[in-house]
């Protein structure tokens, strides 16, 4: 994990030589409770590898009491640090995924396939159908009044038969109630399962 010499100890100003900066403090602060309150501690943290690149790992311990007394700590360090860049590039590409999709000048919004309530919807379709984001979210266009049951059981279909669809006229109805001639396109994309 640090590159250091198989066999060899950690040096013993180990939090000061290798944990990174950012969590030495944290670092100690779990080990002084974990002696206090004779409790595991655990800590997600980087440090610093031989050839100078810091590496992600878990770090987790316990207290060991003999006679009533702490008298060590032991624990161990696994390498995390593939599967945590690995969810840090996930995130960074969810949040451009995010702003693209919040910048788009065309209505859009993310609805689940199930039970067709939304997940997201951007600018453009808040100002389409008149309700905001957080009066969308959680609730359906058939909730909203936006589509009508057969309506949007007939989207479902078509788009199940076809796998998409694209561009087929719709008539929707906005917050206000004035109803709208559109063009919906719709695509089935898996999101974490």
Known sequence: IHGMEHGKPPPRNYIDTVVAPAYRETLRAKLRQSIQDRTAWSIEM?????????????????????????????????????????????????????????????????????DGMYVDINPAFE????????QAIGRTAVELGVLAVDQRAQLIEHA??????????????????????????????????
Do not use: C
Not at 87 to 112: D, K, N, T, V
Not at 175 to 182: D, I
């Open 46 to 114: 980087e440090v610093q590898h031989t050839d100078g690149r810091l590496v992600w790992v878990r770090a987790s311990g316990e207290p060991v009491v003999e006679d009533g007394r702490v008298t060590r700590l032991r624990g161990v360090i696994q390498d995390i640090d593939e599967a945590k860049r690995a969810e840090q590039r996930l995130r960074q590409s969810e949040e451009r995924f995010s702003r693209f999709f919040h910048l788009m000048p065309y209505p859009m919004g993310i609805s689940r396939y199930s």
């Open 127 to 134: 100002k389409l159908i008149g309700y905001t984001r957080e």
């Open 160 to 193: 199940r038969k076809t796998g998409e669809m694209n561009a087929l006229e719709v008539e929707i109805s906005t917050a206000l109630g004035e109803r709208l001639t559109v063009l919906q396109t719709m695509r089935q994309t898996e999101f974490d399962g």
